[in-house]
C-alpha cells in the first residue's frame, strides 16, 4: 500500500477489525473531542455527523502520504440513540429496551488525506430474543458494557444468547463495517 493507514479510534474492537485485514496501520489518538451533535439531528445521521468532527479534529494531523480513519457507530431503537450506558443501571434499562425486539445499528465512516475525504454509513438490523433480567443483570455485572453503543457487544456472551437475527454486516454491528472498508480503501489506497 502506497498511503499509510491511520486509525483514529482508541476501540479495541475497532482496532481487531482493522487487523484482520492484514494490512499496517497505527493508532492515533486526540483526546477531548466534541461528540455533541445538534439535538434536532436526525438518528441515522448522527454518526456521521461524529465521525465528521472527529476527521475534523485530526485534518491538522494529517501528513502527505497518510490515510486517516475515523467512524461513529450509534445503537437506534423506536427512533431514539442508546449511546454508551452511563452507569449498572443505564445498561440494564439499554438491554430490556432492546429485549425481544429489533434495532439498528449505524456505523459510519470518514476516510481523509491531505487532498480527498470520502464518507459512508453502513446500517444493520438486530434482532433480539426476549431476555430475562437475571440474562442482563448477568451480562452487564460480568462484561461491564459500559464503553459500548446500546450497552452490549454482539461478539460477547449477550450476542450468543440474545440475538436471534441480523439483517446486515455483524463487523458492523462491533463497530466497523470491515467488508465495505476493505472495498473502499481499494478504491483510493493506490492512487
Known amino acids: 500500500m502506497q498511503k499509510k493507514i491511520v486509525l483514529a479510534s482508541n476501540s479495541p474492537r475497532r482496532r481487531e477489525l482493522l487487523k484482520g ?5 497505527e493508532i492515533r489518538l486526540i483526546g477531548d473531542i466534541d ?3 445538534p439535538a434536532d439531528t436526525p438518528p441515522a445521521e448522527v454518526p ?9 479534529a485530526y485534518s491538522a494531523t494529517v501528513a502527505e502520504n497518510e490515510l486517516i480513519i475515523t467512524a461513529d457507530t450509534v445503537v437506534i431503537v423506536d427512533g431514539d440513540i442508546l449511546e454508551k450506558p452511563a452507569d449498572r443501571a443505564d445498561a440494564i434499562q439499554m438491554l430490556q429496551r432492546l429485549s425481544g425486539r429489533k434495532h439498528q445499528v449505524i456505523t459510519a465512516v470518514v476516510l481523509m488525506s491531505k487532498d480527498m475525504r470520502k464518507e459512508f454509513s453502513v446500517m444493520s438490523t438486530v434482532d433480539f430474543a426476549e431476555l430475562v433480567n437475571s440474562e442482563i443483570e448477568y451480562y452487564v455485572d ?3 458494557p459500559f464503553d459500548k453503543a446500546g450497552a452490549y457487544g454482539i461478539q460477547e456472551w449477550i450476542g450468543y444468547i440474545g440475538v436471534k437475527g441480523i439483517e446486515g454486516s455483524f463487523y458492523n454491528v462491533m463497530g466497523l463495517p470491515i467488508q465495505r472498508l476493505y472495498q473502499e480503501l481499494k478504491t483510493i489506497i493506490d492512487k
Open 142 to 144: 460480568k462484561y461491564k
Open 21 to 25: 485485514l492484514d494490512i499496517d496501520f
Open 48 to 56: 456521521g455527523f461524529i465521525a465528521g468532527l472527529k476527521a475534523d
Open 35 to 37: 461528540e455533541s451533535y
